[in-house]
């Protein structure tokens, strides 16, 4: 599952209530992976405000284009910056989702 920032984090205090500390002097809950039914759930910078998205990797493959996989085009000299040059990888992909049922999103979520 990956959400916001905060949503992520409204989670991980609702958990606090339900997880006894026993360090006293850290204060460490000692969550290594923040789950929900085995699941694991992370936060990404560019999650749109409000939603959550529940992905099933099982369903999800990419599919690699070999006429523009990992090829590097010819060194380019960088203006202004002698001796120094640039070349860019090209690496053409697709996502191919063979159930999309599977994944969902839900929206609205609010916090506090």
């Given at each position: 599952?990956i ?72 060194w380019?000299a ?7 040059r640039?070349?860019?990888?090209i690496?053409t ?9 599977a ?7 609010t916090?506090?």
């Amino acid at each position: 599952m990956i959400t916001t920032q905060d949503i992520f984090e409204a989670y991980e205090d609702e958990l606090l209530d339900y997880k006894r500390i026993v360090n006293q002097t850290l204060a460490d809950a000692s969550f290594e992976h923040i789950v929900y039914k085995g699941r694991p759930i992370m936060w990404a910078r560019l999650c749109p405000s409000g939603n959550m998205y529940f992905i099933n990797p099982r369903y999800l493959y990419v599919v690699i284009d070999p006429d523009y996989f990992m090829d590097m085009t010819e060194w380019k000299a960088i203006p202004d910056q002698v001796n120094d040059r640039v070349a860019q990888i090209i690496c053409t992909t697709q996502m191919i989702v063979t159930r999309p049922i599977a994944q969902m999103v839900m929206s609205g979520i609010t916090v506090g």
